[in-house]
């Protein structure tokens, strides 16, 4: 074994020799000489103790910052000695402890933050069933906090039994689990849950939990079938009459003239229906993909509505409606398609005649807003139910479908008079009630323009 001579070494050395030099004075008799050489072994033996210990308690003190976490201490190296060699190891595990923990830091850092900007809701539990993620997504999900869920067991926070299950059901046959389920929390929601177990060194340690929401994906899904079959009945119903008509007329009803027009103007009438179907359908994707070249411009909306309601006015005494009229006494111009407004209003003025009973009133006020004018038309009808509100504006929805197909409606009205609207940049909305009536309402914006496509 190689042995450094350093200055720690000689002086320990020193030491040895002026203590043998004590002994043999002790033995010479000669008691100053003994004195003296007393007093140069102490000297040298503290001076050897001190630069021994002094690096100790070094290496000492930084164990101690290190175990209370801070990496930035370091010792000072003054030899080449073993010890110093030992300061030299632990300055540089505590760089290299800072740099690993600044890592581990900066991934922790950047895994919240990717969490947290998740709009997926994100969980993850332990071996014993215990939470130790819960990202930002589910606490406004489930309305609780990090820190009163984490290291509760997952079956105490989350109290549904399918999820629960789902989450087992991964620990036991460790491999991806997907499942849809629905989760009835301030409103029903549906999700795509997808949970994975976490693989350790020693077999799986936990499961993680991603809940997508799929709720509005579902929602249109089902607009998307209900509006096929919907287009599906409407076509089919004047289609099958067509089709009847024409076979009674063609096994002879066609020699009878009396009832040879009376059918003729049936299919007529069902032609019209489809005919004016299929105008809906069409100008409603124009105007949804932005087909439809809009032609803005500064327009007096005040004459516009007083044109439409001359042309119900027969529809209007027909039925015995009493019309109010309540404009703003200096009406402002406004940016508009005056053929598309024209056709909004026309939309809803028509079913505010059809569905109030006869003899009713029919109010139709102009709001100034500030930045928006708002037009009001509303009715004395038998109102709707609130249920029914919030999908009144979808394509072929109806509150009362046999009512409304009998007074000849396409059920696209409502949309179409949304989506001009919203072209405009404005708002439509309705208020009613059971038996008092409805109001139907849309706002304009004042002197703004628009591009010339939607």
């Known amino acids: 074994m190689k042995i450094k001579i350093t200055w720690k070494l000689f002086l320990t050395h020193v030491g040895i020799v002026i203590i043998c030099m004590v002994v043999v004075s002790i033995f010479s008799l000669n008691f100053r000489a003994v004195l003296l050489t007393l007093f140069?072994?102490?000297?040298?033996?503290?001076m050897a103790a001190r630069m021994i210990t002094k690096p100790l308690e070094d290496i000492k003190s930084l164990a101690k910052h290190i175990g209370n976490g801070d990496f930035t201490k370091r010792i000072k190296i003054r030899s080449n000695d073993e010890i110093d060699e030992l300061a030299g190891t632990f300055n540089q595990m505590a760089e290299e402890l800072k740099t690993k923990l600044q890592t581990i830091t900066e991934d922790r850092n950047e895994m919240r933050a990717i969490l947290s900007s998740m709009i997926?809701?994100?969980?993850?539990?332990?071996?014993?069933?215990?939470?130790?993620?819960?990202?930002?997504?589910?606490?406004?999900?489930?309305?609780?906090s990090?820190?009163?869920?984490?290291?509760?067991f997952f079956w105490e926070v989350i109290r549904h039994n399918e999820l629960n299950n789902l989450l087992k059901e991964a620990v036991n046959k460790g491999k991806l689990q997907t499942k849809e389920l629905t989760l009835f929390l301030s409103e029903e929601k549906m999700f795509r849950v997808h949970a994975l177990p976490i693989k350790g060194e020693e077999g799986i340690s936990g499961v993680v939990a991603v809940l997508h929401d799929i709720t509005?994906?579902?929602?249109?899904?089902?607009?998307?079938?209900?509006?096929?079959?919907?287009?599906?009945?409407?076509?089919?119903?004047?289609?099958?009459?067509?089709?009847?008509?024409?076979?009674t007329l063609k096994d002879g009803a066609i020699d009878d003239p009396k009832n040879s027009r009376k059918f003729l103007n049936i299919i007529e009438t069902h032609t019209e229906r489809l005919n004016n179907l299929i105008n809906d359908l069409l100008g409603l994707s124009k105007i949804e993909s932005k087909e439809i070249k809009m032609e803005f411009q500064l327009a007096n909306i005040r004459e516009l509505i007083e044109d439409v309601i001359s042309h119900f006015k027969g529809a209007i005494e027909q039925k015995g409606h009493r019309i109010e009229i309540d404009f703003l006494a200096d009406f402002p111009q406004v940016e508009i398609d005056s053929e598309k407004i024209e056709r909004a209003f026309n939309n809803l003025l028509d079913?505010?005649?059809?569905?109030?009973?006869?003899?009713?009133?029919?109010?139709?006020?102009?709001?100034?807003?500030?930045k928006d004018i708002q037009i009001e038309i509303s009715d004395t009808g038998i109102g709707i139910p609130q249920k029914h509100l919030?999908?009144?504006?979808?394509r072929f929805y109806r509150v009362d479908k046999a009512r409304s197909r009998e007074l000849g409606g396409t059920g696209l009205g409502?949309?179409?008079?949304k989506h001009?609207?919203?072209?405009?940049?404005?708002?439509?909305?309705v208020e009613s009630k059971i038996d008092k009536g409805s109001k139907f309402f849309f706002t304009l914006p004042k002197n703004q323009l628009f591009s010339t496509f939607l």
């Open 40 to 46: 140069f072994a102490s000297a040298v033996s503290f």
């Open 120 to 144: 997926e809701g994100v969980v993850a539990i332990d071996r014993d069933e215990k939470l130790i993620l819960f990202n930002s997504a589910c606490e406004k999900l489930f309305n609780l």
């Open 146 to 152: 990090k820190a009163q869920v984490i290291g509760k």
């Open 216 to 247: 509005e994906i579902k929602r249109l899904e089902r607009m998307r079938i209900e509006f096929v079959a919907n287009v599906s009945h409407e076509l089919r119903t004047p289609l099958t009459s067509i089709r009847g008509f024409i076979e």
């Open 351 to 370: 079913n505010a005649i059809k569905f109030t009973p006869k003899n009713g009133r029919i109010c139709i006020r102009t709001v100034d807003k500030e």
């Open 390 to 394: 919030p999908r009144l504006f979808e």
């Open 414 to 417: 409502l949309s179409i008079v």
């Open 420 to 429: 001009i609207i919203q072209a405009h940049g404005g708002t439509v909305g």
